[in-house]
């Protein structure tokens, strides 16, 4: 189900892959783009029936709950990529927490994806920093963020994301990728709109400068 914003004539493209709670703030975050860019795009949200599965690149046990992590990360992007065939878009692809290590890791599959946004992603995902210092990433500029609590649990896969996060953003780096870290307020529940809103706007202003708009 495809879920958009904007207006479908824009060149910039923004997918972000979304549940039932993110399609709350979905309004909420697009207006947020605007007002941080003044830029057209159009958003495409689409959601997805299985957040654990469907958007985990390999299996791996639950860090919370019961329910381990799949590995349909592979056919979602699939089907994703069908939205892609217009050459003449300019095409971004983000999301928050789990949907942002999905738009990471499809970064790696396809060159489809000019710009990354990764609002705070789920880094700490097993396995995911040794695939980044294996892989080199195919977008030009990825948008990294997290909260100032996210690290500060007592579950400890999920306390890593913040040394994770940060070895991900020097990774890039050292890589040569337009990138960014940026540190919001607040645990990992806090704003995921509003974060993912200034992720995308990041990417945006980018494409922006690139174009050599004044």
């Keep these: 189900m495809i879920t958009a914003y904007g207006n479908p004539e824009a060149s910039a493209v923004l997918i972000q892959m979304v ?3 993110d399609l709350e703030g979905l309004e909420s975050e697009a207006a947020e783009i605007r007002k941080l860019t003044g830029e057209d795009f159009y958003l495409m949200a689409v ?12 299996h791996a046990p639950a860090v919370f709950g019961r329910e381990d992590f799949g590995s349909g990360a592979a056919d979602t992007l699939s089907e994703v990529l069908k939205y892609t065939e217009n050459k003449s878009k300019t095409w971004f692809i983000g999301g928050y927490s789990l949907a942002g290590l999905f738009a990471l890791w499809a970064a790696y599959q396809t060159d489809v994806f000019q710009g990354v946004a ?10 995911f920093s040794e695939y980044m210092k294996e892989n ?3 977008a030009n500029s990825v948008y990294l963020s997290l909260g100032d609590r996210e690290e500060k649990t ?7 994301v913040g040394d994770r996060i940060r070895e991900a953003y020097e990774l890039l780096q050292g890589q040569g990728i337009n990138t960014i870290l940026e540190w919001n307020q607040g645990n990992h529940f ?5 974060r993912t809103a200034k992720a995308f706007a990041w990417l945006l202003q980018q494409r922006k400068k690139g174009e050599g708009t004044p």
């Design 19 to 21: 549940d039932e709670h």
């Design 47 to 58: 959601k997805v029936g299985n957040w654990n599965t469907d958007l985990s690149p390999w």
């Design 118 to 127: 990764a609002a705070s992603p789920s880094v700490w995902f097993p396995g």
């Design 136 to 138: 080199r990433i195919q």
């Design 154 to 160: 007592r579950n400890p896969v999920m306390a890593a």
């Design 190 to 194: 806090r704003d995921a709109d509003k």
